[in-house]
């Protein structure tokens, strides 16, 4: 059943002309007097229940402008609609036809701030309806969770960063103990050692020199290590990429399981790089070309005659 053009009229008016009366706070469901609503960006997904009833109105008060076009009431036959944009108010006129079911009404807001708008839930009672409901809205614009957004963004980045690095670094062991506990040594099998600054060739354009390096071998889990000290004689600072290459006369290549380096080296500086490989003692014989890349860079370090003991 439509509503009379004279009732959406007269709402008008009232919504025009009639002054927003402050009263005293009241408990929820009051027909008497003003219920109070608090609306942040924290809470902006809430649904408000309202309780409506047939030839009573009920008036939604708001402290922001509203969108033209923007107050939308889910069968407008069961509940007239009268609004005020500018002065953010809504009057609802509810027909004689008993609701069988809750209404949604959604408003939103003309200045673009977060929340954007409010859903309320209108339930029909017999005899009862709220007289009034003001609504407190506490925007926070857009712009200020964008950047929220971005610096949360660009700490994960740096978490996600600094867990990888934390991964990539060998354990540090400070006892001998330290090593039976990590496997390393057992049953007589060691951690063995070699200085391979004599054995050792490269190209003298290579952006990295070495200055000393050092090959290991972990009998115990058939793992091979080398320690390269490293001179950055570009102009540009050198970040090890996690790619590396192992590689006998024959051909034959290891599996590199981490290529490591605490930070990255900076010109004119020294620095450690760490690339351990999964290999027995009968694949790791022979003598081995060692291929390292930059991340995100096109430059590439070839060391030549590493030899495990």
């Known amino acids: 059943m439509s509503t009379p053009l004279s009732a959406i009229s007269l709402l008008l008016a009232v919504l025009a002309g009639a002054p927003a009366l402050a009263q005293p706070v009241s408990t929820d469901w009051d027909t008497e007097g003003v219920r109070h609503l608090e609306l942040t960006a924290d809470n902006a997904g809430q649904v408000y229940e309202v309780g409506i009833s047939p030839h009573?109105?009920?008036?939604?008060?708001?402290?922001?402008?509203?969108?033209?076009?923007?107050v939308a009431v889910e069968d407008e036959r069961l509940v007239a609609?009268?609004?005020?944009?500018?002065?953010?108010?809504?009057m609802l006129l509810p027909s004689d036809v008993q609701l069988d079911r809750p209404l949604w009404l959604t408003v939103r807001f003309a200045d673009g701030e977060v929340p954007e708008s409010v859903t309320f839930r209108l339930v029909a009672r017999p005899t009862r309806a709220e007289q009034e409901v003001r609504v407190d809205r506490r925007p926070r614009s857009?712009?200020?969770?964008?950047?929220?957004?971005?610096?949360?963004?660009?700490?994960?980045?740096?978490?996600?960063?600094?867990l990888a690095r934390t991964q990539m670094e060998p354990r540090c062991h400070e006892s001998l103990t330290d090593l039976f506990d990590a496997g390393l040594v057992k049953e007589g099998k060691t951690l063995l050692v070699r200085n391979l600054k004599k054995d050792i060739t490269q190209h003298p354009g290579d952006a990295l020199l070495v200055r000393s390096a050092y090959s290991y071998r972990a009998e115990a889990?058939?793992?091979?290590?080398?320690?390269?000290?490293?001179?950055?004689?570009?102009t540009q600072p050198w970040t090890v990429g996690e790619v590396a290459?192992?590689?006998s006369k024959e051909g034959a290549r290891l599996p590199v399981l981490r290529v490591?380096?605490?930070?990255?080296?900076?010109?004119?500086?020294?620095?450690?790089?760490?690339?351990?490989?999964?290999?027995t003692q009968a694949q790791?014989?022979?003598?081995?070309?060692?291929a390292l890349t930059e991340a995100d860079g096109p430059r590439a370090v070839t060391v030549r005659g590493v030899v495990f003991p």
């Open 245 to 247: 290459e192992l590689v």
């Open 284 to 290: 790791s014989r022979g003598t081995f070309l060692l």
């Open 81 to 90: 609609v009268a609004v005020n944009e500018a002065r953010g108010m809504v």
């Open 56 to 70: 009573h109105s009920t008036s939604l008060v708001f402290n922001a402008p509203l969108l033209r076009g923007g």
């Open 260 to 279: 490591w380096s605490r930070e990255p080296i900076p010109p004119g500086k020294l620095g450690r790089i760490v690339v351990e490989a999964e290999a």
């Open 142 to 162: 857009a712009g200020s969770f964008q950047q929220e957004a971005r610096q949360e963004r660009e700490r994960a980045e740096r978490c996600e960063a600094q």
């Open 221 to 234: 889990v058939a793992r091979v290590a080398v320690e390269l000290k490293m001179n950055n004689t570009g």
